[in-house]
């Protein structure tokens, strides 16, 4: 079975993490959420998000994808943890999986990941500075060999079920999308 971490910063958006944590797990796949700390995260809206554990407990577990939820201050925080930035390039140089959503492409850009890529994010959020070798589009989902990466909330689902058919495969992905009760395209 597929692992993968989503860590929780302060401030993130929680429409995104809650969407990519359900999706994921309805999928089978297994999903470690991680504080930067040990506390609950206050979310951008208000909601308590009670982390399985904190990030120092799980850095040493290996994860096939991670993938950042954005929202602000939610993806600051992130792009300031050393260990996030550790992590994603860990992650790119074994190969595996990283994602991001809204504000979140930014630390995957600060990072160096997106260098010659094709990538989106929320509008605005990746600094002009860091877009300079990235073809960014403005498409709900852009993946680039094993970059993720999302436009926001409204994005959020798509986003969820391109992940699952990464890691699970295109009926894995059908199933759940048919679950969901989506209205046809």
Do not use: W
């Not at 910063?9 to 999706?23: F, H, M, R, S, V």
């Not at 904190?54 to 939820?69: G, K």
């Not at 994005?155 to 992905?173: N, P, Q, S, V, Y």
Request: negative net charge; glycine residues 8%.
């Amino acid at each position: 079975m597929a692992t993968v971490l989503v860590p929780l910063a302060q401030g993130c958006e929680e429409l995104e993490a809650i969407t990519i944590i359900d999706l994921l797990r309805r999928a089978g796949i297994e999903v470690v959420t991680a504080g930067l700390d040990d506390k609950p995260v206050r979310a951008s809206r208000g909601t308590v998000l009670i982390p399985d554990a904190s990030l120092a407990q799980v850095l040493a577990h290996s994860f096939d994808m991670i993938v950042l939820p954005g929202g602000l201050p939610g993806a600051d925080h992130l792009n300031a943890d050393p260990r996030i930035h550790q992590l994603l390039t860990s992650m790119a140089a074994e190969q595996k999986y990283t994602a991001a959503i809204c504000a979140a492409p930014k630390v995957l850009a600060r990072a160096g990941l997106l260098r010659g890529r094709r990538a989106t994010s929320f509008p605005g959020a990746i600094p002009e500075a860091d877009l300079a070798d990235v073809q960014y589009l403005e498409q709900a989902v852009v993946v680039d060999d094993k970059i993720i990466t999302s436009r926001g909330p409204g994005t959020a689902m798509d986003f969820a079920l391109e992940l699952i058919e990464k890691l699970a495969g295109r009926a894995r992905r059908d199933e759940v999308e048919k679950g969901l009760q989506r209205p046809a395209a």
